[in-house]
Every structure is written in C-alpha cells, then in structure tokens.
C-alpha cells in the first residue's frame, strides 16, 4: 500500500572532412633523340638520357571538424505543501530529452521516503519506497511534460497560492508480477537504475477516494472493480 503524492494542474553532430591534396610536381620528361648529320660515317645512336628522379609528395591529412553535443541539465524545481501539521518539500527534476520527471518526496507522517518516475512515450509510473520499486501503467490523464511545467511555474509562488493547487491522489496498489534480470532489462534505463540491488514488482493501481484509503488503512475491507 503506498500514497502517491502528485501536485499538478493539468490534466549530430557532424564529422566534416575536405580533402586536401597538395598539387604532385610535373615528372621531367625523356630527352630528345638527336640523329648525327647524313654527311659524317659512320652514324651512331646517342645513349637516351636517364630520367630525373622525382621525389613523392606526401598527402596532406584532411582536416577534420567535430561538433559535440552534450545533454543539457535536467530542470530542478520543489514544490512546498502542507499536509496537517507538517510542511512538505517535494523536490523534482525533469529531463526535456528524455521526458523523465523524478519527484523526491520526503518522510511525513507513516510514511517513508518515496521517489516516483514518470515518463510519457514508454507509459513509465514507477514508484520506490520502502526498499521495493513498483512499476505500473501511467494513467491516461496523465500529462508528464505538462506537470513538469507546472511544478516550474509555480516554483516561486506561495505556499498559499500552492495549497490551492495542490490534487492530491490516493492509490492502492495491487501486486501482479515481480521482475527478474530478463524483464528488468527491458524497461527505462534510468528506472533500471534507481531499482537496482531491490526488488521490482509489477502492479495494479487502484484509485480510490480518500474515505476508502482511510478504512483500508485500518484494515477494514475495500470493494473496488478493476477497469482495465
């Protein structure tokens, strides 16, 4: 069982190479035969001249340019709540290249630390907590880059301003599948990362209302359908 804590509004480089061949110098050529005049016996052939050695150019190495490119920094932004008697600093990275926001939210109440990752093309929610990493499908109203934005927008405003915002969700989580080498392979590589050395389940996640969370909390029972 774990709470999900969102706060959201919405919803070559080039390897250039000239050849560059200093000109090779022109190779003297044979001298011309010469014939003695007919009026002089007896007649004698001159020895052809020796051709003059020539001396090889060496090849000038084409020059070469290299454009690097280099991923820029993730965006770095918090996002500070209240949550009963507590302030809450949520801290969050978003990667533009590779779409993955990283939200680090710290220990309150019952609750240890929990670090969620999210990404939009790979359909990516993945939440660790408590020594296990649990992967699930991002929900389809769910906007990452959006969120992302958000979180910047609202960096600099008030605490008051953020309470107003705030949405917050609560999700129970059902365990599916656990994750060996092979599966673990195939997913994000970043997610790869921040599971590693603890064990990955896969899960169902149940939205539910905040009255529901409270009585499973207390060990009562809680109907739900699963929609998908």
Do not use: W
């Not at 051709?51 to 290299?66: G, L, S, Y």
């Not at 710290?106 to 929990?114: D, V």
């Not at 209302?209 to 060990?219: A, L, M, Q």
């Amino acid at each position: 069982v774990s709470k999900k804590l969102l706060n959201l509004t919405c919803c070559e480089g080039k390897l250039l190479v000239e050849n560059v061949t200093a000109p090779t110098a022109p190779t003297p050529s044979n001298s011309d035969l010469t014939t003695p005049s007919p009026t002089t016996p007896p007649t004698t052939t001159p020895t052809p001249a020796a051709p003059a050695p020539t001396t090889p150019t060496p090849t000038v190495p084409a020059p070469t340019t290299v454009q690097q490119t280099t991923t820029p920094p993730p965006i770095k932004t918090i996002f500070t709540a209240i949550e009963g008697n507590e302030t809450i600093v949520q801290e969050n990275s978003f990667q533009n290249v590779t779409g993955i926001l990283v939200m680090k939210v710290p220990p309150h109440k019952n609750y240890t630390e929990s670090v969620f990752m999210l990404q939009q093309e790979s359909k990516t929610s993945m939440l660790k907590t408590g020594d296990i990493c649990q992967l699930t499908h991002l929900p389809n109203y769910m906007n990452v880059s959006a969120i992302a934005e958000e979180f910047e927008e609202n960096e600099l405003m008030n605490l008051a301003h953020n309470e107003s915002i705030k949405v917050i969700k609560y999700v129970l989580k059902a365990r599916v599948s656990r994750y060996g080498s092979k599966r673990r392979a195939e997913i994000l590589p970043e997610a790869q990362d921040l599971c590693e050395n603890i064990p990955l389940v896969k899960t169902n996640d149940f939205e539910v209302s905040k009255t529901e969370f409270e009585k499973y909390k207390s060990g009562n029972t809680v109907f739900f359908k699963n929609t998908r």
